[in-house]
């Protein structure tokens, strides 16, 4: 709100395309998926705390403070990491506010009549005010180092936080916004302003770029309908593959003591991720087949668009984990127990989801301000961000693309380096066939996923879809997901093992 007061007064000029529908959406999905995380690794952490002692919280609601009091555990990197996170979760924006008015406080007092600096500052008064009561509270609630005994004093701060501030928003907007008091006074009066403002506007788009997509036609792998059952047949079995695999996987993982490791959990994890993959696209698309109706509504596009790059970017961090994992492991073993802790693994797990939703939030929110007016047809057999020719949306995908598959291999390459140089320096050939054998499975799956992925995506330029893009998209959304449990459970002889043992119902001998 403070960057939208800065361009008003600050940038009039470019205000309509700096701020623009686009712009107001990304910047909500961004403060929602920061968010998101913040609050995710907050709850992962404590979440690893032990509270068996006293189990009485002195306030009206559950909050970090108070629940840091409770713990049997040290809360000292708990209470670290609410500082830290507090300082980059208020401090940013606070810069950014701060910033931004010091801009517009020198551009209104170079206005000359007194009556243009009044309304000028009249805008912004309001944002102000509730800046000042939000951060004000939440500072003191939350920027203290050391557990501090819960007191009136905390209960009369929560109460400003959680019911005066929210009260007092809408107080504050509406008495010195006299746009804001006509509306309510016409919506109070039964003239219905915003329903007639919303169907102008949709008139006006309608006028503008034609009749709208309300649907989407996927082509599908193969358009000869004699080829369809076979089609059916080869998919519904790579599956039912894939998905007994990695639940075989996790259900041995999760029964076999022995597995109850690091490099075990992440594996879990990644079969988790590997059944939600291809259950995304694969069972939509056997429908089709089956009932060979291709239509996709808009709003279940997008849904399938948000959820397969959820999984997927889940995939590049946790490939990432586990290369760390392993780099610990043969690096660093005589501090891996504490530096692959539990708390540590959950973190690497919630941090993996929450850089996942915010990158496809960000996709998913930039693809839905597109206008679908035209032709309606992908050559394609799932939604994916593929079929749009919108310049922006294509730099966007290929420079956060780039992030989110750069820093990852850059982290598994630099992990796999030293992982190399310890292993080389092993003098018994045993010794290193063995531990290069612990990440000869991870390292398949690696070049795997990042090969098929970065020939998808790494591409500036809409290409005209063709077969190429539909194998790629076979690799990316069945033969990866298939082949994982394939590569772990016949390179590993402990996940051979537990799966024996459970097929057999032999319990392990621990």
């Known amino acids: 709100m403070a960057y939208d007061r800065f361009l008003a007064i600050c940038r009039p000029l470019t205000?309509?395309?700096?701020?623009?529908?686009?712009?107001?959406?990304?910047?909500?999905?961004?403060?929602?998926?920061?968010?998101?995380?913040?609050?995710?690794?907050?709850?992962?952490?404590?979440?690893?705390?032990?509270?068996?002692?006293?189990?009485?919280?002195?306030?009206?609601?559950?909050?970090?403070?108070?629940?840091?009091?409770?713990?049997?555990?040290?809360?000292?990197?708990?209470?670290?990491l609410l500082f830290c996170l507090s300082i980059l979760m208020a401090g940013v924006p606070v810069i950014f506010i701060v910033t931004s008015y010091i801009h517009v406080a020198a551009a209104v007092l170079r206005i000359r009549s007194a009556e243009g600096r009044k309304?000028?500052?009249?805008?912004?008064?309001?944002?102000?005010?509730?800046?000042?009561?939000?951060?004000?509270?939440?500072?003191?609630?939350?920027?203290?180092?050391?557990?501090?005994?819960?007191?009136?004093?905390?209960?009369?701060?929560?109460?400003?936080?959680?019911?005066?501030?929210?009260?007092?928003?809408?107080?504050?907007?509406?008495?010195?916004?006299?746009?804001?008091?006509?509306?309510?006074?016409?919506v109070l009066t039964g003239k219905r302003a915003l329903a007639f403002f919303f169907k102008e506007l949709m008139s006006q788009k309608s006028e503008a770029n034609g009749t709208a997509v309300t649907e989407?036609?996927?082509?599908?792998?193969?358009?000869?309908?004699?080829?369809?059952?076979?089609?059916?047949?080869?998919?519904?079995f790579a599956y039912l593959v894939?998905?007994?695999?990695?639940?075989?996987?996790?259900?041995?993982?999760?029964?076999?003591?022995?597995?109850?490791?690091?490099?075990?959990?992440?594996?879990?994890?990644?079969?988790?991720?590997?059944?939600?993959?291809?259950?995304?696209?694969?069972?939509?698309?056997?429908?089709?087949?089956?009932?060979?109706?291709?239509?996709?509504?808009?709003?279940?596009?997008?849904?399938?668009?948000?959820f397969f790059h959820q999984l997927?970017?889940?995939?590049?961090?946790?490939?990432?984990?586990?290369?760390?994992?392993?780099?610990l492991a043969i690096c660093r073993p005589l501090t891996y127990s504490t530096r692959m802790s539990q708390m540590v693994q959950r973190i690497l797990v919630a941090v993996s989801w929450a850089c996942a939703f915010t990158n496809a939030l960000t996709h998913t929110v930039a693809i839905s301000t597109l206008n679908f007016c035209g032709p309606n047809v992908i050559?394609?057999?799932?939604c994916d961000l593929s079929c749009s020719s919108i310049q922006l949306n294509e730099l966007l995908l290929f420079a956060v693309g780039f992030i989110m598959a750069g820093t990852p291999v850059t982290l598994i390459i630099t992990s796999y380096?030293?992982?190399?140089?310890?292993?080389?320096?092993?003098?018994?050939a045993a010794g290193r066939k063995k531990a290069f054998s612990t990440c000869g499975s991870h390292l398949t799956v690696v070049v795997i996923f990042y090969g098929s992925g970065i020939f998808n995506y790494m591409r500036l330029g809409s290409a005209q879809l063709s077969d190429k893009d539909k194998a790629?998209?076979?690799?990316?959304?069945?033969?990866?997901?298939?082949?994982?449990?394939?590569i772990y459970s016949l390179r590993n002889p402990g996940v051979q093992g537990a799966l024996w043992r459970m097929l057999t119902g032999r319990r392990s001998l621990t």
Not at 56 to 76: E, G, R, W
Not at 249 to 255: D, F, G, K, T
């Open 379 to 382: 050559n394609h057999f799932y």
């Open 472 to 486: 790629v998209g076979i690799f990316n959304t069945v033969v990866n997901p298939m082949l994982n449990p394939i």
């Open 119 to 186: 309304k000028a500052f009249s805008t912004c008064s309001s944002h102000l005010t509730v800046v000042g009561i939000f951060y004000g509270t939440g500072v003191f609630s939350y920027m203290r180092l050391g557990s501090v005994e819960a007191s009136d004093k905390d209960k009369g701060i929560g109460t400003l936080n959680t019911v005066i501030s929210p009260m007092l928003n809408p107080l504050i907007y509406s008495l010195r916004n006299p746009d804001v008091q006509g509306a309510l006074q016409r």
């Open 242 to 306: 894939t998905v007994g695999g990695n639940l075989s996987i996790l259900a041995a993982i999760l029964v076999e003591p022995k597995l109850h490791t690091p490099m075990y959990f992440f594996l879990g994890n990644l079969s988790v991720l590997d059944v939600g993959c291809i259950t995304v696209t694969i069972p939509s698309m056997l429908s089709r087949l089956l009932s060979q109706k291709r239509t996709v509504p808009y709003g279940a596009c997008l849904t399938q668009l948000f």
């Open 312 to 327: 997927a970017d889940v995939d590049c961090f946790l490939l990432t984990a586990m290369a760390y994992d392993r780099f």
């Open 216 to 236: 989407f036609i996927l082509l599908g792998l193969v358009e000869t309908p004699g080829l369809r059952p076979v089609v059916f047949i080869l998919f519904l």
């Open 417 to 428: 380096a030293h992982v190399a140089a310890a292993v080389l320096g092993i003098h018994s």
């Open 15 to 80: 205000y309509s395309t700096r701020m623009s529908q686009m712009v107001q959406r990304i910047l909500v999905a961004v403060s929602w998926a920061c968010a998101f995380t913040n609050a995710l690794t907050h709850t992962v952490a404590i979440s690893t705390l032990n509270f068996c002692g006293p189990n009485v919280i002195n306030h009206f609601y559950c909050d970090l403070p108070q629940l840091f009091q409770l713990s049997c555990s040290s809360t000292q990197l708990n209470e670290l």
